[in-house]
Nanobody, 124 residues
Framework: QVQLVESGGGLVQAGGSLRLSCVAS????????MGWFRQAPGKEREFVAT????????YYLDSVKGRFTISRDNAKNTVYLQMNSLKAEDTAVYYC?????????????????WGQGTQVTVSS
């Protein structure tokens, strides 16, 4: 059973940057697709970014394109989310998720494992 542990969240001013990390254990990370989602208070969990098993395919929520970058290091069993030019509306709990099929995607339904989340707060 895969375990996912996120880190790197915190409080940052608008315009600042944060890098989130998600370390996976329990199964072969290099064959999993990975995704980042976020959930703001009172809102549904929404897709942010995804990367396939090889790192060759990525996809983003329109509102974060050009500001966020998803990447992975299969040797470290880690997926990252580099977040630049942060805005107040990026404030949320950020979750990473794993897809055993290897493709990732924008739908929560394709993921079979989730981390516990890390809080990102952007002050305006």
């Amino acid at each position: 059973q895969v375990q996912l542990v996120e880190s790197g969240g915190g409080l940052v001013q608008a315009g600042g940057s944060l890098r989130l990390s998600c370390v996976a254990s329990g199964r072969t990370f290099s064959t999993d697709g990975m995704g980042w989602f976020r959930q703001a208070p009172g809102k549904e969990r929404e897709f942010v970014a995804t990367i396939n098993w090889s790192g060759g395919t990525t996809y983003y929520l329109d509102s974060v394109k050009g500001r966020f970058t998803i990447s992975r290091d299969n040797a470290k069993n880690t997926v990252y989310l580099q977040m630049n030019s942060l805005k107040a509306e990026d404030t949320a709990v950020y979750y990473c998720a794993a897809d055993r099929r290897g493709r990732g995607g924008a739908s929560r339904l394709v993921y079979d494992a989730w981390g516990q989340g890390t809080q990102v707060t952007v002050s305006s």
